[in-house]
């Protein structure tokens, strides 16, 4: 079974600007490296650094679209609320 993951990296520009990316992928591991190397999303080309903050897991292709899309809609404080509740899940 393809497990599909939802993620958002923290980008932050050479300005020290930090910045959200959102994206879906079958393969977590990969594709964040491929954003930190260079060869994923020109949003993440070029930029200081990138750190993933937070990711979610779905059973097929169109859950995990129909979550990035809705990700992708909040703002920056909604995604900052979202990435402080795993957080405090853990602690």
Do not use: P
Request: glycine letters at 6%.
């Amino acid at each position: 079974m393809i497990v599909y993951y939802v993620y958002i990296l923290e980008v932050v520009a050479k300005n020290g600007r930090i910045m959200y990316y959102t994206g879906y992928t079958n393969n977590l591991y990969r594709r964040w490296h491929e954003h930190r190397n260079g060869t994923g999303a020109k949003f993440c080309r070029g930029k200081k650094h990138i750190e993933l903050k937070y990711f979610e897991s779905y059973q097929n292709r169109k859950e995990a679209m129909r979550r990035e899309l809705e990700i992708k809609s909040f703002s920056k404080q909604q995604k900052n609320e979202l990435i402080k509740s795993i957080t405090n899940d853990i602690n």
